[in-house]
């Protein structure tokens, strides 16, 4: 790439980081490329599509992602490890409004750059996910697309709530009710739960409160959303 173009390359990706912080993903590529003093065309021949101007500005975090599932997998407890890593995924795709939205679409569109970009991310998490189950602390039925659609449905609620009411629903709340919810038939009693009696109601559930940010230290299995009664330690387990 010669100078001057490269040049034209990196003026673009620090308008579009400014204008997507600013304005969410749907940030006009034309007034990107006005304010980084080009024409359109020059923004399309480096950027074909928004997608792909998302893709190269992202790139290193969903790296990042990939290399934290392993180093998770390879330090933490596999509930913790598998909690810690989606409330950093969680956080990940608040980076930018609509990229929750945008990843979502990923999902099942398998055709876009975003989707190919991020397929290294999805596998690791992936991965956490299958040693969770082999641990007994997942429902085994789940499987990733189905985790990644629920969890990225709950980023897209809480970028739409906090917005509209600030301050009023936090991610570890949200996320530590829907990982109860993948746990598998019932939940360690800690004093804190409430018996349903009538026979038509699920069985007993007791549910621990404790937010994800405090439960998810690796090598440590106390207090995991995802730990099931009965469950024996399992430090170390896969």
């Not at 990107?32 to 599509?49: D, K, M, N, Q």
């Not at 991610?171 to 019932?186: I, K, M, N, Q, S």
């Amino acid at each position: 790439m010669r100078a001057d173009a490269r040049a034209n390359y990196e003026r673009l990706l620090a308008y579009a980081r400014a204008a997507f912080a600013e304005h969410g993903i749907g940030a006009s590529l034309e007034d990107i490329a006005r304010r980084a003093g080009v024409g359109t065309g020059t923004l399309y021949r480096h950027f074909p599509s928004r997608e792909a101007l998302l893709e190269v500005l992202l790139h290193d975090r969903f790296d990042t992602l990939a290399a934290r599932a392993r180093e998770l997998s390879a330090t933490a407890a596999p509930g913790s490890a598998l909690t810690c890593w989606l409330r950093e995924f969680v956080e990940f795709t608040g980076t930018y409004r609509g990229l929750t939205a945008a990843f979502t679409r990923t999902l099942r569109d398998t055709s876009t750059e975003l989707h190919t970009a991020c397929e290294g991310m999805r596998e690791a998490g992936a991965s956490l996910l299958t040693r969770a189950q082999r641990a007994g602390v997942v429902r085994a039925d789940l499987d990733a697309l189905e985790l990644f659609t629920l969890v990225s449905g709950l980023a897209w609620s809480y970028e739409q709530t906090s917005a509209a009411v600030p301050g009023r629903v936090t991610v570890d709340r949200l996320l530590t009710l829907a990982l109860e919810g993948v746990a598998p038939t019932a939940l360690p009693d800690r004093g804190r739960g409430r018996r349903r009696g009538k026979a038509d109601e699920p069985p007993e559930r007791r549910s621990p409160h404790t937010s994800v940010s405090e439960q998810a230290k690796p090598g440590v299995d106390e207090g995991d959303p995802l730990i099931t009664a009965g469950t024996e330690d399992l430090r170390g387990a896969d």
